[in-house]
């Protein structure tokens, strides 16, 4: 169950050295190929090996092959980039890997060139992969620490119910068939856990928004936006899998929104 890998992945930043054997890089190869999202905005995945491009990331170890993608600048190339790669990454999660989203704390310069990555391009995170060590390293055992990686916003602090004044209840959220998936989305990853998903539900739908911290945004990406695209994908997915029947929809429904709060699509049903 799509669920299950959501509660029992972490950011996996100290891994085993070993590497992965061509067949499961050539089984998420294919996979990649098949990724679609809600905007039909193409995001492509480039594989590479660590050694072979001088690759590296401060806060990662042992790794030695790392996916990347890249999407055309452009309206919401950030979200669907979230999108994309969040299928992407929990799709290797399912197959037993670690990968963890670096979108800061990278050598950018380097992999931007070796992704061959054009002007009108952008190339907002890479993961590594590959197998967890057995234990995790000082560094990252701080790191975690320092974003409280291991909390997360209560329910009732993330979802509303038709407007952002009232939370949404959990049993509420159950008679809707779509307390798992907003489970899913709180459970997600985010830039430097801030989780910036709020979804405003009413009867026929889920109003996804993004309350807006400093320091994501730089004029041509947000971050916060590729963390928005990661709870779309989490929320869909885990919907699918339960037989709820969504559509996609970008249409604002007009409702009152706290400040630095911009809304970012919704699904229906
Ligand atoms: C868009 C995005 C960018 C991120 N960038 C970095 C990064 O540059 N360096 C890093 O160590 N972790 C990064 N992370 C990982 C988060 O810190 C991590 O997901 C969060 O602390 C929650 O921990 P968990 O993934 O183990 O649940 C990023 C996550 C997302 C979604």
Known sequence: MFIDDVKNRRSVRTFDGKGVSNEVIDDLKEYAGSIVNPYNIPVEFVFLKKDEHGLSSPVLSGEKEYIAAKVK??????VAYGYSFEELLMYAVSK????V??????????????????DDEIMPCMSPIG???DKMGVKEVLMRKGVKADSRYNFSELFFADSFDTPLTEDKAE????????????????AVNKQPWRVVVTENGAHFYEKKDKGYDNGTYDLQKVDLGIALYHFENQCREDGKKLAFKQADPGIATPEKTEYIASYVW
């Open 73 to 78: 600048k452009g309206a919401n190339a950030d």
């Open 175 to 190: 008679e809707l068939g779509i307390k798992t998936a907003l489970e899913a989305v709180r459970l997600a990853p985010s």
């Open 96 to 99: 037993g890997l670690g990968t």
């Open 131 to 133: 197998y967890a060590a």
């Open 101 to 118: 989203w670096i979108g800061g704390t990278l050598s950018r310069d380097k992999f931007e060139k070796a992704i061959n990555l054009k």
